[in-house]
């Protein structure tokens, strides 16, 4: 069993707490990405359970053991690091089977183990070859039969595709979901790149200034944010918020924009008027001429199937992602619908949702 599980766990630095007290669960076998902006604690956290790094305060356990205070060495965990030092003088059979040798394994097992961690990243026809020679995704893979040939409890990897470029990176992202799939080792896996959490994760949980603000899986964070930071933070453009003053009771199915009553999911909690914005995702905005709700429109873009359309409203901008063949002009005035179950409403002031 490698379930890891992280209680309470916070991280100062000096004066500065980088980690505010995080607590969750990682299943055995579950791929888990940590998601969030640079300097949020994603890192800091990793550390934390590979034992590199000891928490301020809070447990680490793994396996239902608390490792809180156990050596990195000692929590049979492997880190695939962003840059990867290979060792440029080994061939590849050399550099994979090297963790095995530290270990003091004997030539034969070494053999077998290094073959079956290189058919797994189907680079088996590239064992005899010198590293140096390899190209950018092979090294990544070799990196990474390094780190599976030891057939650890979990892998940890802080932005191991940081240094790829695009093409590289989308063949890595599912090369690493398919080889997660074939040994079903327990993963973390720290990035701020969204696409990337989105086509791996099982679960996410989403960090910002040292606190995870939502923890689920990819579907549920993208499609009823807990924040308004997490609706922004995912999404290509990122959801539409509408800004307007109201009051709200627990139960209501609906909210007043000046002009228009706007049905939305059952809201859970009250608040006193103030200041509230109505959520909406660019790709659940339709066009329809009998809405009361209007904007004009001040800018398209296409993109082969789909055209972003920029719509002011008496609420603030929004972005509708329309199909391309669409008509529409700069300067119309339109009016705009959208699914009440494809809406949030959040309090502006703490930044949640209320349904
Ligand atoms: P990045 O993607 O940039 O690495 P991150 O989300 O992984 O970002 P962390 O590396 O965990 O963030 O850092 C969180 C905060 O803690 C940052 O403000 C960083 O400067 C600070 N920090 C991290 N390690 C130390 C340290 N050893 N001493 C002081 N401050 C640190």
Redesign the pocket.
């Known amino acids: 069993m490698a379930e890891i599980r992280v209680e309470n766990v916070r991280k100062s630095?000096g004066a500065?707490t980088?980690v505010k007290g995080s607590t969750f669960t990682i299943n055995d076998g579950e791929f888990f990405v940590m998601l969030?902006p640079?300097?949020?604690?994603?890192?800091?956290?990793l550390r934390m359970i590979a034992g590199l790094e000891l928490p301020t305060s809070g447990r680490i356990l793994l396996g239902g053991e608390d490792v809180t205070f156990n050596r990195a060495a000692a929590r049979d965990i492997a880190f695939v690091f962003q840059l990867f030092a290979l060792y440029p003088h080994m061939n590849v059979r050399k550099n994979i089977g090297f963790p095995l040798k530290c270990q003091g394994m004997g030539g034969a097992e070494i053999d077998r183990a290094v073959e079956e961690a290189a058919r797994l990243l189907r680079i088996d026809h590239l064992l005899d070859r010198p590293v140096s020679g390899l190209a950018g995704g092979d090294r990544q893979r070799v990196a990474l039969g390094r780190a599976i040939v030891r057939r650890p409890k979990a892998f940890l990897m802080d932005?191991p595709l940081g240094t790829l470029d695009t093409e590289f990176r989308d063949l890595m992202v599912r090369e690493l979901r398919e080889l997660h799939n074939r040994i079903g080792a327990t993963t973390v896996y720290?990035t701020?790149d969204q696409l990337e959490a989105m086509a791996m994760a099982d679960k996410i949980a989403v960090?910002n200034h040292g606190v995870i603000e939502q923890f689920g899986r990819p579907q549920e964070i993208y499609d009823r944010p807990a924040t308004m930071f997490v609706a922004d933070f995912l999404g290509s453009p990122p959801m539409n918020f509408l800004s307007f003053h109201g009051g709200v009771r627990s139960g209501d199915r609906s909210v007043r924009l000046a002009s228009a009553e706007i049905a939305v999911p059952e809201l859970h909690e009250e608040r006193a008027p103030g200041d509230l914005a109505l959520g909406i995702r660019p790709e659940h905005v339709r066009l329809d001429d009998r809405a009361p709700l209007r904007g004009t429109v001040f800018g398209t873009e296409y993109l082969g199937t789909t055209q972003i359309v920029a719509i002011e409203t008496a609420h603030g901008p929004l972005k509708a992602r329309l199909p391309a063949d669409l008509p529409v002009e700069t300067g119309e005035n339109v009016g705009l619908s959208f699914r009440s179950e494809r809406l949030s409403v959040f309090d502006k002031g703490s930044g949640r949702a209320l349904a």
Do not use: L, P, R
Not at 38 to 45: D, L
């Open positions: 630095f500065f980088a969030g640079s300097g949020c604690g994603k890192t800091t956290t932005e720290v701020h960090m």
